[in-house]
């Protein structure tokens, strides 16, 4: 698999990694052994890279994660912190980040987390000097190898951009979600900071499997966040109306090569985008990983083809989300 720096982490990781939310809660039930098949197919497909959260099933994604990496330490793995308090900002302070990480430590089986991101914390977080400094300490005290921000807005991101030592940034960015093109990936790029791109498939929707017959589970976000009443709404197909979203997939679906799939065509689109360092699509079974991985593989997409993902997104999909976020 192709490799790309990961930002200030000085680290090469495959481009395409793996989204461990899934894994954890909010997605419908994902037993312990085929959470374990996701994590072994993803590292035995070229996966290098995993990302998870303190907050996914209350750490169960971060201890099935440790499980893997006991046997595969050469992995990179990204945990975020900040989720599992009320969400004020000043709940993120140093003695709070030493008990959040000395947490995911024990979860993952590990001294020193290769990289720690604050989860899409409150927008004035990010302007914060005392934040910044207590993560330059957890750093200092090898809890950390390096830190970075999941951020919801591409302010944040272009805040966060701005401070000298974070060095990456998660934001959501797919065929649905074009605002981050404008001034966050260049903006990146020319500091040095990683690119984790989340959310690459909207929610699935990008997958090309649903229709406006698919109904998801009482205990899956698809159903119980549409209008945002657990958190960000952007977090739930990026924000997109389900309607609206199959139209744009349905506009989209010729453009996929053959032999391929709609979803490799979504995360390739990701992967052709100057400054994106990883993609971390989720997955429930080693097939899903395997579709996924695929799509490092694909042929670059054309100038064409990326001129019609942009149309679409200007004629469906911008007047509903691109102010938003």
């Known amino acids: 698999m192709e490799k790309r720096t990961l930002g200030r982490t000085g680290r090469q990781v495959g481009v395409v990694g793996l989204g461990a939310w899934q894994l954890g809660a909010d997605w419908g039930d994902v037993k312990e052994g085929d959470a374990l098949d996701v994590l072994n197919a993803a590292v035995e497909g070229g996966v290098t890279f995993i990302d998870t959260a303190d907050v996914y099933g209350d750490g169960r994604s971060e201890r099935l994660v440790g499980q893997v990496l006991k046997e595969h330490p050469e992995l990179t793995v990204a945990s975020k912190m900040g989720r599992r308090v009320e969400q004020k900002p000043e709940n993120y302070n140093l003695d709070a980040f030493r008990a959040w990480n000395d947490r995911s430590r024990e979860n993952l089986g590990v001294d020193t987390i290769d990289l720690v991101q604050l989860h899409c914390p409150p927008t004035a977080v990010y302007s914060t000097d005392a934040v910044f400094d207590a993560l330059d300490t957890l750093v200092q005290e090898g809890r950390i ?3 970075g921000v999941s951020v919801e807005t591409c302010e944040e991101a272009l805040t966060a951009i701005a401070r000298p030592n974070v060095a990456s940034v998660q934001i959501i960015l797919n065929a649905f979600r074009l605002k981050p093109l404008d001034e966050v990936l260049p903006a990146a790029e020319r500091a040095g900071v990683g690119i984790i791109a989340r959310v690459p498939l909207a929610s699935g929707l990008l997958s090309g499997k649903y229709d406006e017959n698919t109904t998801f589970g009482a205990d899956d976000h698809r159903n119980y966040n549409r209008k ?24 989209l679906i010729p453009l996929v090569p053959e032999g391929a799939t709609m979803a490799q065509f979504a995360l390739r689109w990701i992967l052709d985008q100057p400054g994106v360092s990883v993609v971390i699509p989720g997955a429930r079974n080693p097939q899903q990983v395997a579709g996924n991985i695929g799509a490092a593989t694909l042929t670059p997409l054309s100038t064409g083809e990326l001129k019609v993902v942009q149309t679409v997104y200007d004629e469906l999909i911008r007047p509903q989300i691109h102010d938003r976020w």
């Open 145 to 147: 190898s390096a830190y």
């Open 228 to 251: 945002g009443e657990a958190f960000d709404v952007g977090e739930t197909f990026s924000g997109v109306d389900f309607a609206t979203g199959l139209e744009a997939v349905k506009r």
